[in-house]
T-cell receptor, first 110, second 114 residues
C-alpha cells in the first residue's frame, strides 16, 4: 500500500530563514511525487512535481529514492509562503488518485 | 470562472439521509476525481472518472457512489449518512488520466451530518 508521511503538523520559521518541509513515502514501484499548497481562503493548487525538476516561487524538491523522501526546500522564507503544504504521491500508470500526506502548516513570522 | 466548480458550498443534513454533490470540471478536462478531507483521515482519494467511465477506486464506501455525465460534470451520491461522513469533499479535474498530469481542485463542499 502506498503511504505519504509528513512528520510536522506545524512549522514556524522567521522571514529570511531557510525552510524544509519533510515528506517521506512508501511505494513499491516508481512513484510520481507532488507538492500541493493551499493558501488561506484559496483552493488547493499544485506547487511542483518531481518529474519537471523546476523551481516554483523559490521552492525546490528532490526525489531521493534511497531515502524515499521528497522534502520541500526554500533558502529564504517569505511571509507570503505561509500556507498548508501537502505532499502527494501517485503510483505509476496514471489511472489513480493522489495519496496525500496530512499536511504541514507553515507559518512565516515577520 | 473556467476553473473547477462545486455545488453546494455547504450542506447540513441528518443521519440516515442522502445527498448529492455536484462538480463541473475545467473546460476541456475529461477526468474527474473525488476526494474526502476529514480531520482524522486527511485528504483521501475516493474515485476517478474519465470521459464517463469509472477509472479508479480509492477508499470509497459502498454507501457512496458517483457518476460522470455526457457533459462531463460529475455527481457524488452519499447515502445512509453517518456522523463520521462530515467532511470537506473536493472534486478535481485533469485533461486526461495519464502520468503526472496536474489535477485542478475545486473549492470543496462542506458536509455536516447532525
Amino acid at each position: 500500500a502506498q503511504r505519504v508521511t509528513q512528520p510536522e503538523k506545524l512549522l514556524s520559521v522567521f522571514k529570511g530563514a531557510p525552510v524544509e518541509l519533510k515528506c517521506n513515502y512508501s511505494y513499491s514501484g516508481s512513484p510520481e511525487l507532488f507538492w500541493y499548497v493551499q493558501y488561506s481562503r484559496q483552493r488547493l493548487q499544485l506547487l511542483l512535481r518531481h518529474i519537471s525538476r523546476e523551481s516554483i516561487k523559490g521552492f525546490t524538491a528532490d526525489l531521493n529514492k534511497g531515502e524515499t523522501s521528497f522534502h520541500l526546500k526554500k533558502p529564504f522564507a517569505q511571509e507570503e509562503d505561509s500556507a498548508m503544504y501537502y505532499c502527494a504521491l501517485r503510483g505509476g500508470g496514471g489511472a489513480d488518485g493522489l495519496t496525500f500526506g496530512k499536511g504541514t502548516h507553515l507559518i512565516i513570522q515577520p | 470562472d473556467s476553473g473547477v466548480t462545486q455545488t453546494p458550498k455547504h450542506l447540513i443534513t441528518a443521519t440516515g439521509q442522502r445527498v448529492t454533490l455536484r462538480c463541473s470540471p475545467r473546460s476541456g478536462d475529461l477526468s474527474v476525481y473525488w476526494y474526502q478531507q476529514s480531520l482524522d483521515q486527511g485528504l483521501q482519494f475516493l474515485i476517478q472518472y474519465y470521459n464517463g467511465e469509472e477509472r479508479a477506486k480509492g477508499n470509497i464506501l459502498e454507501r457512496f457512489s458517483a457518476q460522470q455525465f455526457p457533459d462531463l460534470h460529475s455527481e457524488l451520491n452519499l447515502s445512509s449518512l453517518e456522523l463520521g461522513d462530515s467532511a470537506l469533499y473536493f472534486c478535481a479535474s485533469s485533461s486526461d488520466w495519464l502520468e503526472a498530469n496536474e489535477q485542478f481542485f475545486g473549492p470543496g463542499t462542506r458536509l455536516t451530518v447532525l
